[in-house]
């Protein structure tokens, strides 16, 4: 059995503030962030690339705005890691199939997920063995360790922190 030393960090992400749904975006794929969503979450990645998070690889959504999110960690971050969009990161996606999506990255010690509510709150219950899904709110983030990819038991939730709280460490 892996020491919990030895585990896969993985960190659970909602896209940032987006533009409204609407007549200005008929097809909800495409709606990309605000301006200020850009901004903040620019600041929210900086935070998080101070806690030396060594993210190896993102995995996101392909809907505009879980993309626009991705793309700017990976830039925030010092080894630039790849982005991968993936269908299992979808609104209503199977946790089952996202499952399968990290056995193909387990050789990966930190990952990235990023997509949109209620699925990952979803997931970062299923990731911790609860029934009842985390709220997330706009840019939230939480590290959730796991002893193997894909996860075989409930894994453990080391710290979950809003957007504004990243945010601040970036200073």
């Keep these: 059995m892996k020491r919990m030393s030895d585990s896969h960090r993985l960190y659970v992400i909602r896209h ?11 097809d909800d794929s495409k709606r990309p962030l ?6 903040r979450f620019r600041k929210t990645a ?11 690889c993102i995995l996101c959504s392909p809907l505009v705005r879980a993309r626009q999110t991705a793309d700017i ?16 990161l979808v609104p209503g996606a199977d946790f089952r199939e ?12 930190a990952i990235a ?15 911790i063995g609860l029934r009842h899904p985390f ?8 590290r959730i360790d796991v002893e193997t990819l894909p996860p075989a038991g409930p894994g453990r939730l080391r710290w979950f922190a809003t957007s504004k709280m990243l945010a601040k460490l970036a200073k």
């Design 98 to 109: 996202l499952a399968a999506e990290l056995e193909n990255h387990k050789r990966s010690s």
């Design 46 to 56: 900086r935070g998080l690339a101070r806690l030396d998070a060594g993210i190896d």
């Design 73 to 88: 960690l990976a830039q925030a971050l010092p080894d630039k890691p790849r982005v991968v969009e993936t269908a299992t």
């Design 16 to 26: 940032a503030v987006a533009a409204e749904r609407g007549d200005a975006y008929p």
């Design 34 to 39: 605000t301006p200020d969503g850009m901004s």
């Design 135 to 142: 709220q997330f709110k706009k840019g939230a983030v939480c």
């Design 113 to 127: 997920l990023v997509g949109h509510e209620p699925g990952v709150g979803e997931i970062a219950a299923r990731l």
